[in-house]
């Protein structure tokens, strides 16, 4: 039998159980769940107005790796969006030329993130791209000086004639670049991957059951949903308590959206500590403690988030399944920039 988790089938899962209930179907074993949905894609999204080309994502590359973008000529997007640690930083907030009042989130699979920033503050990744360069807490480079720069380099006039034939080096460019690359970074095959396609010797039976909690007695599905674990959607669980009010800033009327923010994707998620757009929880027991707390009880908390007053022995089951997220390991080399 096949399941899923929209409430829509719901009434079709329990007229499903009661047929099986009628032949005599034990229900101690676990339904088998609809692995598809959790499939990793076959092709990344680009955008038509601004389509794959390998010329473009080898500039962005080179873009993403080079401080020359910023004023110090010190920070790029790669110091805080590290390779080598699942493409965030491992600090509670990102520090450029100032501390930053967010945690810099992992840029996996941001193809199909629709608004970036953790308020989706954000159209689209091209309108991201430019924003850390000139922001004067980031990397503190004015527009004009980022172009007079890269356009002083031969190996970038050469580099951005290739991808977008004649013509001045502009901020647009720059921007369509960046965001080309940016979709290249996608989350690598994990132990849970090959469980899904059918290898059951993949992943510990203490994940499996980790898994099934996750579908269902914790629920956490309904927000990490899909085979990035995240509904690209924001929620308050009762974690902020700052000043920091999230996706309300945008919609100031609505109670819903205060403390709201994205739905992280969990691919990684055990290799990139310290978690939430504030950092301010440090281990994935301390995450696991907030849920089966049931953090802050207000008004804007989303309904799917109550005490789950899980036992230890839940906690550390829906951790080993946290794990098998864990990607193979795999090293990504910076790319050669151009002489100056
Ligand atoms: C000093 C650290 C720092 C640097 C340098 C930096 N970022 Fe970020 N980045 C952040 C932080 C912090 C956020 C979260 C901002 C927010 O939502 O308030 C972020 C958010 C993003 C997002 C949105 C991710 C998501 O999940 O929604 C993208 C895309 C991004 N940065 C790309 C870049 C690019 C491209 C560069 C280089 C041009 C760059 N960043 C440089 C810290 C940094
Ligand atoms: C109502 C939607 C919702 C539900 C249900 C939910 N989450 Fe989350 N989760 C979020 C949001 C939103 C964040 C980010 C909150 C923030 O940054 O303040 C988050 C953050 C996390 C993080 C930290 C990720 C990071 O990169 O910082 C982990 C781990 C996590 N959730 C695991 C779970 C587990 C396990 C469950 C079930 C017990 C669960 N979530 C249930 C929406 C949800």
Redesign the pocket.
């Given at each position: 039998m096949r399941t899923r988790f929209s409430p829509r089938v719901l009434g079709g899962l329990l007229a499903g159980a009661a047929a099986l209930a009628l032949a005599g179907f034990s229900w101690s074993a676990q339904p088998s769940l609809d692995r598809a949905q959790f499939q990793r894609p076959k092709t990344i999204p680009h955008p038509d107005d601004n389509p794959y080309s390998e010329a473009k994502a080898a500039l962005g590359r080179m873009?993403?790796f080079d401080p020359v973008?910023?004023g110090s000529q010190k920070?790029?997007?790669?110091?805080?969006?590290d390779p080598s640690l699942s493409w965030q930083?491992g600090r509670p907030?990102?520090?450029?030329?100032k501390i930053?009042?967010?945690?810099?989130?992992?840029?996996l699979n941001?193809a199909w993130?629709p608004?970036?920033?953790?308020?989706?503050?954000?159209e689209d990744?091209e309108n991201?791209?430019?924003?850390?360069?000139s922001s004067p807490?980031?990397?503190n480079l004015p527009e004009h000086l980022a172009v007079e720069r890269l356009s002083a380099i031969p190996g970038y006039v050469w580099a951005f004639t290739t991808a977008f034939g004649s013509g001045p080096i502009t901020k647009r460019k720059i921007e369509l670049a960046?965001?080309t690359y940016?979709r290249s970074i996608v989350s690598k095959e994990a132990p849970f991957d090959r469980w899904i396609k059918g290898d059951e010797r993949a992943i510990s039976s203490e994940a499996k059951r980790g898994f099934s909690l996750f579908v269902g007695k914790a629920n956490c599905v309904s927000c990490h949903s899909g085979w990035a674990f995240t509904d690209a959607s924001f929620h308050d669980i009762g974690t902020a308590k700052d000043n920091d009010i999230g996706r309300s800033k945008l919609f100031p009327s609505s109670v819903g959206l205060r403390y709201a923010f994205?739905t992280?994707t969990l691919r990684d998620v055990a290799k990139r500590p310290p978690y939430m757009?504030d950092g301010s929880l440090v281990t994935l027991e301390e995450v696991l403690e907030l849920y089966s707390r049931g953090g802050i009880a207000r008004p804007s908390r989303d309904p799917h988030i109550r005490p789950l007053n899980l036992s230890t022995q839940e906690k550390s089951d829906l951790i080993a399944f946290l794990r098998t997220l864990n990607s193979d390991p795999q090293r990504v080399a910076a790319p050669q920039l151009p002489p100056r």
């Open positions: 873009l993403f973008l910023s920070i790029a997007c790669a110091s805080c969006h930083d907030r990102g520090i450029g030329e930053m009042p967010r945690r810099s989130p992992t840029l941001i993130v608004t970036p920033g953790w308020a989706g503050q954000f990744l991201v791209a430019f924003t850390p360069i807490i980031i990397m960046l965001a940016e994205k992280p757009h």
